[in-house]
């Protein structure tokens, strides 16, 4: 049943945001201290040890796929309702601080990769495409 | 004519989600249907649409003066139901299904550290720059850092510590131009950061991480290299959403006082 699949989701979220509120309190600020990303940590973990066992099954899946899916529309949506207008006040700032990021990112590429050798192939595990 | 429209207007309020589901869809095809025909793939359909998007938060900005964008428009409030913080959390969780650990065990430490490496230094580039543009208090400081990650690293960010919503928007066209310049840049700078080979393109997709940006860039760079940076690229907003909000925001808490 898809709803299985949504309620792992679901449940994954909640415990996650739980989480992150009390890391947030340990540390003396009351907010949410990483919550979704413990959250897909523990769907990641939890799925993975579902699919192990063989009871992650098809509709189970489309449950947590279909929000998987519908991602990109959320994040449309959310775009559509922030306070764009006192944003391009301020504009300036999201240029910069995007198209630094891309430049020095850029940069670092050739550092951590180091010089090319015969191995680079090898990197892809048998993974063919 | 006019009694039609007041029915349409009436129902639209009243089915407000759906009519926010509807208008979304027509949104995204457009996009989508523009990327493949007017820049022939070079540009992601994905950029295109939220690019729309907060085109349309500054038409309802304007047009109502308040400051939820399109949701401040009586009929189109669904917006905010669909784009708020509750549905985006539990999509975004969603993304990370499908994710093999095992895979990620393969990319090796030079995987893990292009990841560390592209959230940490996106983080301190975003803060710095708020931090000159007198945006100088660690919660808005934390969320333009996760705007120059990606555009879903600065929202998740910002509404966990609670910043206000022009600095989320401001976080989301950061992460959004990132988005662009990744995709139309790639190809022309491939040449020189050796980006040629499987290794580089997980290397590059850990350090970029926006995952449409590097999709897009290495498709139109080389085919090929697409799987390898699609897969590091999707650890990237998972990692910044965990730690963004959490040490970043204590660094950067503890950096600015």
Same mark, same amino acid.
């Given at each position: 049943?898809?709803?299985? !699949?949504?309620?792992?989701?679901?449940?994954?979220?909640?415990?996650?945001?739980?989480?992150?509120?009390?890391? !947030?309190?340990?540390?003396?600020?009351?907010?949410?201290? !990483?919550?979704?990303?413990?959250?897909?940590?523990?769907?990641?973990?939890?799925?993975?040890?579902?699919?192990? @066992?063989?009871?992650?099954?098809?509709?189970?899946?489309?449950?947590?796929?279909?929000?998987?899916?519908?991602?990109?529309?959320?994040?449309?949506?959310?775009?559509?309702?922030?306070?764009?207008?006192?944003?391009?006040?301020?504009?300036?700032?999201?240029?910069?601080?995007?198209?630094?990021?891309?430049?020095?990112?850029?940069?670092?590429?050739?550092?951590?990769?180091?010089? @090319?050798?015969?191995?680079?192939?090898?990197?892809?595990?048998?993974?063919?495409? | &004519?006019?009694?039609?429209?007041?029915?349409?207007?009436?129902?639209?309020?009243?089915?407000?989600?759906?009519?926010?589901?509807?208008?979304?869809? +027509?949104?995204?095809?457009?996009?989508?249907?523009?990327?493949? =025909?007017?820049?022939?793939?070079?540009? =992601?359909?994905?950029?295109?649409?939220?690019?729309?998007?907060?085109?349309?938060?500054?038409?309802?900005?304007?047009?109502?003066?308040?400051?939820?964008?399109?949701?401040?428009?009586?009929?189109?409030?669904?917006?905010?139901?669909?784009?708020?913080?509750?549905?985006?959390?539990?999509?975004?969780?969603?993304?990370?299904?499908?994710? *093999?650990?095992?895979?990620?065990?393969?990319?090796?430490? *030079?995987?893990?550290?292009?990841?560390?490496?592209?959230?940490?230094?996106?983080?301190?580039?975003?803060?710095?720059?708020?931090?000159?543009?007198?945006?100088?208090?660690?919660?808005?400081?934390?969320?333009?850092?996760?705007?120059?990650?990606?555009?879903?690293?600065?929202?998740?960010?910002?509404? $966990?510590?609670?910043?206000?919503?022009?600095?989320?928007?401001?976080?989301?066209?950061?992460?959004?131009?990132?988005?662009?310049?990744?995709?139309?840049?790639?190809?022309?700078?491939?040449?020189?950061?050796?980006?040629?080979?499987?290794?580089? $393109?997980?290397?590059?997709?850990?350090?970029?991480?926006?995952?449409?940006?590097?999709?897009?860039?290495?498709?139109?760079?080389?085919?090929?290299?697409?799987?390898?940076?699609? &897969?590091?690229?999707?650890?990237?907003?998972?990692?910044? +959403?965990?730690?963004?909000?959490?040490?970043?925001?204590?660094?950067?808490?503890?950096?600015?006082?």
């Amino acid at each position: 049943m898809p709803i299985y !699949g949504t309620a792992i989701l679901g449940l994954c979220l909640i415990i996650g945001t739980l989480l992150g509120q009390l890391i !947030g309190r340990a540390m003396g600020i009351d907010r949410n201290l !990483g919550g979704v990303g413990i959250a897909m940590l523990l769907l990641i973990i939890f799925t993975d040890r579902l699919r192990t @066992s063989g009871r992650l099954t098809p509709p189970t899946q489309s449950g947590i796929l279909f929000w998987s899916a519908i991602y990109i529309p959320i994040v449309v949506a959310m775009a559509a309702t922030q306070n764009v207008r006192a944003a391009l006040t301020g504009g300036w700032a999201a240029v910069a601080a995007g198209t630094l990021s891309v430049m020095i990112c850029f940069t670092l590429v050739p550092f951590i990769s180091g010089p @090319s050798g015969p191995d680079d192939d090898a990197v892809d595990g048998g993974r063919d495409s | &004519m006019s009694e039609i429209l007041q029915v349409l207007e009436a129902t639209a309020t009243k089915y407000s989600l759906v009519t926010a589901f509807a208008a979304v869809g +027509c949104v995204v095809w457009i996009s989508y249907w523009t990327a493949e =025909h007017l820049t022939r793939g070079r540009m =992601h359909g994905s950029a295109i649409a939220i690019m729309i998007g907060l085109l349309l938060a500054w038409i309802g900005g304007t047009v109502t003066d308040g400051k939820r964008g399109l949701a401040d428009i009586e009929f189109l409030a669904g917006f905010g139901i669909m784009g708020g913080a509750m549905l985006r959390d539990l999509a975004i969780v969603a993304t990370a299904f499908g994710v *093999r650990l095992d895979e990620f065990v393969k990319t090796g430490v *030079r995987g893990i550290v292009s990841l560390l490496a592209g959230v940490l230094v996106s983080f301190m580039i975003g803060a710095i720059v708020a931090w000159s543009f007198g945006y100088r208090d660690a919660v808005s400081m934390a969320t333009l850092g996760g705007g120059a990650a990606t555009y879903i690293v600065g929202p998740v960010t910002g509404s $966990a510590l609670g910043a206000s919503s022009d600095i989320i928007a401001l976080s989301v066209a950061a992460g959004l131009i990132k988005s662009i310049l990744v995709m139309t840049l790639t190809p022309f700078v491939a040449g020189y950061i050796g980006l040629n080979n499987p290794r580089s $393109a997980l290397i590059f997709g850990g350090l970029m991480g926006t995952t449409s940006g590097v999709a897009g860039g290495l498709a139109a760079t080389d085919e090929r290299l697409v799987p390898y940076g699609a &897969m590091t690229a999707t650890f990237y907003t998972g990692l910044g +959403c965990l730690l963004g909000p959490s040490v970043v925001f204590l660094l950067i808490q503890t950096a600015v006082g």
